[in-house]
């Protein structure tokens, strides 16, 4: 009886400390564009990056089992411009055989209001989207919230820092947007527009548990 005893303790042990392990998520790739061949169980992540150059915030996402789409953007960008392009990005992956569910679209800056711009042109209800300091920084976000902003749908999550002097609440184009589950939160961690521009957990986490909500 004791033998069995603690035969059944150590596998006790032993579960009690497989459960408490972490899961580790396999890294996934970064990409320029779309990939040819598309993974139809993989998490995909269109990045739209801002002023500062992405890389380590993309490879934060990579890290976290994403295959991450992004490339250096142009100097003074039109944000209707990069949403056809992340939309069109989009509508690739889905026609790959991607789920929409596994998709998200994810910009900074003037990519932030990109992103918006990709789910009023895109109207799919199953996509997240990830503005991080995108609205209100100039005539450009205006002008999608008074023309475009109603076709929005989708699940939105908006973030910033209330230090930001560029950045403001999403809540112009929001609050047009019939089809649209939105959320923002307004940070307060010091960190500024530039907070976006670099990888830090403080962000990261909150918007890893956005994409991870069912």
């Known amino acids: 009886m004791k033998k069995q005893g603690k035969t059944a303790g150590a596998l006790l ?9 972490p899961f580790v998520v396999a890294a996934g790739q970064i990409t320029s564009d779309v990939p040819e061949k598309l993974n139809p169980q993989a998490r995909y992540l269109i990045f739209i990056q801002g002023p500062a150059p992405g890389e380590l915030v993309s490879g934060a996402f ?6 991450v789409v992004t490339e250096r953007r142009p100097p003074n960008p039109d944000p ?13 992956l889905l026609a790959g055989g991607a789920s929409a569910q596994r ?3 994810m910009g900074f800056d003037v990519g932030g209001t990109a992103a918006l711009v990709a789910s009023a042109l ?15 920084l100039d005539d450009r976000y205006n002008r999608f ?3 475009i902003a109603e076709q929005m749908a989708g699940r939105v999550l908006h973030l910033w820092e209330k230090t930001d002097t560029l950045a403001e609440s999403c809540q112009l184009a929001f609050s047009k947007a019939k089809n649209l589950d939105s959320d ?5 961690n010091g960190g500024g527009h530039e907070m976006f521009g670099e990888v830090d957990a403080f962000w990261i986490d909150l918007v890893m548990a956005f994409l991870d909500r069912k």
Do not use: H
């Open 122 to 136: 895109l109207r799919e209800p199953e996509l997240s989207y990830v503005v991080l300091a995108g609205c209100g």
């Open 80 to 92: 209707f411009d990069l949403g056809r392009r992340a939309s069109n990005q989009v509508r690739r």
């Open 145 to 147: 919230a008074v023309s």
């Open 103 to 105: 998709i998200a679209v």
């Open 13 to 21: 042990l032993a579960l009690v400390a497989w459960l408490a392990t």
């Open 184 to 188: 923002e939160k307004l940070l307060s």
């Open 62 to 67: 990579a890290n976290r089992g994403f295959e």
